[in-house]
């Protein structure tokens, strides 16, 4: 006698829990990872078994309407538990679960588990494309809510905003914590610049933090070395132009004096057509000040006219001169009566105070600007 959907209904509902309990049964046996997960995971998975099971008998009963997959049976679990469980061994679960209620189907329905195994069949494909729906949008809602994150971190890292939360936000974004810290600015460029920097930081196993403000674009990163290293490779991820990059600072928190700089330094580089690219923040000091950057002004001052001074007025007088007349040796010892050698003793001697080299044109210039800026110092203007 051949029964209708409601009596094959009704008896898979009878049958629900023991395919459900044999469901869960295989797979502590064919899938020992899920033993090994949380009590409360495993749980959700037991609900999901049910879920599924009761959801395919309800739509058998009723063929007219459209299975609600996702809905019914992954509704009864918490989105995050996709973060905990992988797309692939989700979909083995749910296979494993239809395999069984199929070898289950004739000890059941007997003679009418072929009515049964079609539709379950295509029940199965219901439940595939539900999973993939399920992990795409927790793919798509965790990339929307780490973005905002992370622009929030970022925001208030360059606010100066040190509080200990900045790191526990950043920890969930991945940060990893060890190393120094440093700042890059450069433009933004094409739309996948964010994701081109954070290759090229993951395959530098570099921590990285990116934000966008304008047509600029603003990047933490943090395991380099004190020289920076090796940070120069990211610039390749920046659009054409000119990229910047901040010194280095000990931890994440002290980003903002890295940022500072190295926006500060974007901002005044057409000054120097022929930067390198990246370029340092420091090795634009000169054109900073000129644009009125008050911490370039003092760095100036205290790194380069003050040890000049310190070094003695004879090593402060030769650069003077050394640099009005052209960086000529010979015309410097002869307007200061002294021998070639003497000139080039207290060159060097500058060189090894400043870290400038006086022979140098780009560094004779850092030099010039530094002298006037220490002899404007205490001068009210």
Not at 39 to 65: C, H, T
Not at 181 to 199: E, F, K, N
Not at 362 to 379: C, E, F, I, K, N
Request: charged share 25%.
């Amino acid at each position: 006698m051949t029964r209708t959907r409601a009596q094959i209904a009704q008896r898979l509902t009878r049958a629900s829990g023991a395919l459900s309990s044999a469901a869960l049964g295989r797979m502590d046996i064919d899938m020992p990872w899920v033993t090994e997960l949380p009590a409360e995971d495993r749980s959700f998975i037991g609900l999901i078994v049910q879920a599924g099971i009761k959801s395919f008998i309800d739509w058998y009963r009723n063929p007219d309407g459209a299975p609600m997959v996702r809905a019914d049976v992954f509704g009864v679990a918490p989105p995050e538990m996709a973060g905990e469980i992988t797309l692939e061994q989700t979909v083995a679960m749910v296979r494993l679960s239809i395999i069984v209620v199929d070898e289950n189907l004739d000890e059941i329905l007997g003679e009418d588990a072929e009515n049964a195994r079609g539709p379950l069949n295509r029940y199965a494909r219901e439940v595939a494309f539900a999973t993939a729906e399920v992990y795409a949008r927790y793919a798509e809602q965790r990339g929307a809510w780490d973005a905002r994150l992370e622009a929030l971190v970022v925001d208030s890292l360059l606010r100066g905003e040190a509080e200990e939360t900045i790191s526990s936000r950043a920890s969930a974004l991945g940060w990893d914590g060890t190393g120094k810290v440093l700042v890059m600015a450069g433009r933004l460029g094409s739309g996948g610049a964010l994701d081109g920097v954070r290759r090229i930081a993951r395959e530098h196993k570099l921590d990285c933090l990116c934000a966008v403000q304008g047509d600029r674009l603003v990047v933490i990163l943090g395991g380099v070395d004190r020289q920076g290293r090796p940070a120069a490779s990211v610039a390749a991820a920046f659009a054409d132009g000119p990229v910047v990059v901040g010194p280095v600072v000990t931890a994440l928190t002290d980003a903002r004096v890295s940022a500072d700089a190295a926006q500060a330094g974007l901002r005044v580089v057409a000054g120097w057509p022929d930067a390198p690219r990246p370029v340092n923040a420091e090795d634009l000091l000169a054109e900073r000040a000129l644009a009125g950057d008050p911490h370039a002004r003092a760095t100036l001052v205290e790194h380069v006219h003050a040890p000049l001074e310190a070094a003695g007025g004879a090593v402060l007088e030769t650069v003077e001169t050394y640099l009005n007349h052209g960086s000529s040796l010979e015309a410097t010892a002869r307007t200061l009566f002294v021998h070639a050698n003497t000139v080039r003793y207290r060159l060097r001697r500058a060189a090894e105070v400043t870290g400038l080299t006086p022979a140098d044109p780009r560094d004779s210039y850092t030099l010039r600007v530094a002298l006037t800026l220490g002899r404007l110092d205490g001068v009210e203007l």
